[in-house]
């Protein structure tokens, strides 16, 4: 260790922040117990909103300044009766303790349209800053309120926790910008979302190999008392000549007092027959989240991630706290603060501070 001069403060904050917690998204989608399409062109969510979500949603439901009904329409993401834009920025200003290093840095950018060509049927581009992008057609003519895409974006797998660093995310299959080419249908009967794919199973742009990809995703939401709940898995299978990868696990969210407390978690196993990578590998992300008032969100979370199972060192265990504060529906300010503890080689824990300066739309 380091230093542990911070350590009691953060302590005291661990105590408040499991007391009152916060809210990280998917929260709301918890907290309304909607799907994600309520407030996102994507099905499964993350990336563009729709017009309902950056317009209604954004600046009436999230931020601390509420904009009045009655200006909501002059926040206008629409060119033209087929055409919408959006748009996300993240920078983040650091200090990492174990490299003793401190930088802005620019986090994320991209940008989005969609084009609306009727009713039922839609085109949708991402790009972001850096590489990465996302394009698909997709049309909701299927039974059960389904629809299917066809094209390049992230398949439908657990969480899409906005915290790119969470362990489910940055130490397994999802980390940011990471997409694929395929094929998915989703169903939503009632209480249920059903969601299969089939992909390359590469990241190039042309695949690399005989196999392929199969992905999939089922949630089940209830209700009972004013007490949501929500439970699900998810399972992908990548065949490719050296041998085959799967990943696998649970997911579910918890509810309470009318939304105001959130707990959303995901334990996820990888496992390679290949004999190329440790046999299995294990992440979880959990995160408790507790609003103070409308914009305003106290945030607790904890990650581990074990790399190979059978071996007796190199677990990373996190533990965060902090806070986003939403002033205005296209922009958020989130402070956070990491202790990690890492045995990889030899105990060793560090500070991990971060400030994310987040414009949307």
């Known amino acids: 260790m380091k230093t542990f001069r911070y350590i009691l403060p953060a302590l005291i904050l661990t105590i408040i922040s499991l007391i009152s917690v916060a809210y990280g998204v998917p929260k709301f989608t918890a907290q309304y117990e909607q799907k994600c399409n309520l407030c996102h062109i994507s099905p499964t969510g993350g990336g563009m909103r729709n017009a309902y979500g950056s317009q209604f949603f954004a600046l009436t439901e999230m931020a601390v300044h509420k904009t009045a009904f009655e200006d909501v329409s002059g926040f206008q993401t629409q060119v033209s009766d087929m055409i919408s834009l959006g748009a996300d920025m993240r920078t983040l200003l650091y200090y990492d303790e174990n490299s003793e290093r401190s930088s802005l840095f620019q986090m994320e950018g991209n940008f989005y349209v969609n084009a609306q060509l009727n009713e039922q049927f839609s085109l949708a581009l991402g790009k972001g800053l850096y590489d990465g992008f996302e394009i698909y057609g997709m049309g909701y003519i299927l039974p059960m309120q389904g629809y299917f ?49 089939l992909f ?79 046999p299995v590998n294990e992440a979880t992300s959990h995160k408790l989240s507790y609003m103070l008032k409308q914009g305003i969100w106290l945030n607790s979370t904890y990650d581990f991630y074990d790399p190979d199972i059978d071996a007796k060192t190199g677990r990373i265990t996190r533990y965060g706290f902090g806070f986003n504060y939403i002033p205005y529906g296209f922009l958020e300010i989130q402070p956070n603060l990491w202790l990690y503890q890492d045995d990889f080689a030899g105990e060793d824990s560090y500070l991990y501070f971060n400030t994310q300066f987040h414009f949307f739309f």
């Open 149 to 197: 895409r066809i094209g390049r974006f992230q398949p439908a797998y657990g969480w899409r926790f906005d915290d790119h660093t969470s362990f489910v995310r940055e130490k397994m299959l999802w980390p940011a910008g990471s997409t694929d080419t395929g094929l998915e249908l989703g169903f939503y009967p009632h209480s249920l979302s059903v969601n299969i794919g």
């Open 200 to 278: 390359n199973g590469t990241a190039n742009s042309l695949d690399n190999n005989k196999g392929k990809a199969a992905v999939g995703r089922i949630e089940w939401r209830h209700n009972i008392k004013g007490i949501g709940f929500g439970v699900g898995g998810s399972y992908m299978l990548n065949s490719y000549s050296e041998g085959n990868t799967r990943m696998f696990g649970p997911f579910g969210y918890l509810k309470l007092f009318k939304g105001r407390l959130i707990y959303i978690g995901e334990i996820d196993w990888l496992e390679d027959d290949s004999h190329i990578s440790p």
